[in-house]
């Protein structure tokens, strides 16, 4: 065994490049055990725990929490300890990605891709995955059909999860002051809000150290201490003319030009900041979409004045698109532009655009042509409670076959939203008004909803996607 080991960040995801430290859970000159929590690390998907592939000594760790860190690069180098447990040499520990649904046109399904290895060497391809193992990333956890459910593991003497550490480091809440209200003393994501709010764990001046740049490393210069008080903080060169601490605002860049300012509360600061996480990968796929996809967009509105009482809107659109998805098979489909082929699918998985303050989630809904209107409901509620708290697997946010945007819950009529490949169709419901409305004798005041759909024209006909708005509106007419 060499002296050192150099650990270089496993692919996360399925194919993401690249994963934001959250934090670390070892400084340099720890020691560690193997398959102990080393970092958490948040990616488009998930914050993920990623444990120690040695045990020994951690000698350099490779970024500061906010920093991006490119898949395959080096994460960790350290200096095993011989007389601690190590793993085989040859011991596989990495993790195959299922892709939810098989394609089920009667064709013979995919071949799974090659397996990805968590070795000291990065992302080496191990031989085929026979099946999806139990959904680890990295560390030594037998391949099964199992679910295992994120668990909560105590740093520093707190126990909370990998993504309710993450939202208190976003929210400045030191966790060590929050009070636990989880099973075993477990802080949760209402516990790290609450305190937010009110205030009562804001990260103490000592806890918080000198102030870091993640790209750079450098902490701020101390000035020596005034009146006997506490020492105060000098901003690096270059930032004089900007501000006198991270308190006070001003109309000065960094250069010292004038800048815009924003409401007080607003984290912005006039300078570039790096997307990360969920923004980032987001802004690669609205990129990709745009560069693939050739959109056209068809609206009208659905005429919902025989409602009963009762019906639930989310509940009525997802239907409507079942129903459309079954008269016009063409838009409930996947197409590859590379290949020229498209899959019509028999089911109707449904992503659901959920917006959140770091981006743009997609879960999906599956089968939601076999789901009545209670599981309909409960399994989006389901779905938003995940991605709020983070706990969404992967393998939810991808897969599905059609989306749904429901953009009118803020604001807007009409839209032009993006079809992300493979998929061909989105569908976007706006906020519903009353309007007048000839009828027999006279007018009446109706209420209506907007819809757009969007449909990728090199799949899908113009007549295909009239065809479908006009299955969605007949079954939006209905009373129940």
């Not at 929490?65 to 520990?93: K, M, W």
């Not at 976003?170 to 009070?179: E, H």
């Not at 709020?388 to 803020?410: D, H, Q, V």
Request: aromatic share 4%; hydrophobic share 40%; proline share 8%.
């Amino acid at each position: 065994m060499s002296d050192t080991k150099n650990f270089h960040l496993p692919d996360l995801g399925e194919g993401l490049p690249d994963a934001t430290i959250v934090e670390w859970f070892v400084k340099e000159g720890d020691v560690i055990r193997l398959d102990e929590p080393l970092v958490s690390m948040e990616t488009a998907k998930a914050v993920v725990e990623v444990p120690s592939p040695v045990s020994g000594k951690v000698l350099k760790l490779a970024g500061g929490p906010g920093d991006v860190i490119v898949t395959g690069s080096v994460l960790a180098q350290f200096a095993p300890d011989p007389n601690l447990p190590q793993r085989a040499e040859a011991q596989d520990t990495g993790h195959s990605h299922g892709g939810g649904h098989a394609a089920s046109t009667g064709e013979p399904a995919p071949a799974q891709p090659a397996k990805v290895v968590a070795s000291d060497e990065g992302g080496e391809l191990a031989g085929k995955a026979e099946r999806s193992d139990a959904g680890t990333v990295v560390g030594a956890m037998q391949s099964s059909d199992t679910v295992h459910s994120e668990q909560a593991v105590a740093v520093g003497g707190v126990r909370a999860m990998p993504a309710v550490r993450a939202l208190a480091r976003k929210l400045g809440v030191d966790l060590t002051r929050v009070r636990a209200s989880g099973p075993d003393g477990t802080v949760t994501m209402s516990d790290v809000k609450s305190a937010a709010a009110n205030g009562t764990a804001a990260p103490s001046p000592a806890a918080r150290g000198p102030a870091t740049s993640p790209a750079s490393g450098r902490g701020e210069q101390v000035s020596p201490v005034r009146g006997g008080g506490e020492p105060a903080l000098l901003p690096p060169a270059g930032e004089g003319a900007r501000r006198a601490d991270e308190g006070q605002r001003t109309p000065l860049s960094a250069s010292g030009k004038p800048m815009r300012t924003q409401p007080p509360g607003v984290s912005a600061s006039g300078q570039p900041e790096q997307l990360k996480g969920v923004r980032r990968n987001m802004a690669r796929v609205m990129a990709d979409a745009h560069a693939k996809v050739v959109p056209t967009t068809l609206t009208d509105d659905a005429d919902i004045h025989a409602w009963l009482p009762g019906n639930d809107m989310t509940v009525r659109l997802v239907r409507a698109i079942v129903s459309a998805s079954k008269t016009v098979p063409a838009l409930n489909a996947w197409f590859d532009g590379e290949s020229l082929t498209r899959t019509l699918h028999p089911h109707v998985d449904i992503g659901i655009a959920v917006d959140t303050d770091d981006g743009l989630f997609v879960p999906a809904l599956r089968n939601a042509d076999m789901l009545d209107a209670r599981g309909i409901r409960e399994g989006v509620n389901r779905l938003r409670q995940q991605v709020e708290a983070r706990s969404l697997p992967a393998s939810e946010l991808s897969g599905y076959t059609i989306s749904l945007s429901n953009f009118g819950m803020f604001a807007g009529r009409y839209a032009t939203p993006v079809v992300v490949p493979p998929c061909v169709a989105i569908v976007a419901a706006g906020r519903a008004r009353h309007q007048i409305t000839p009828v027999m004798g006279g007018f009446e005041a109706h209420k209506v909803i907007p819809l757009s759909v969007t449909f990728d024209h090199r799949a899908a006909t113009g007549g295909e996607a009239a065809r479908f708005l006009r299955a969605l509106i007949d079954d939006l007419g209905l009373a129940q």
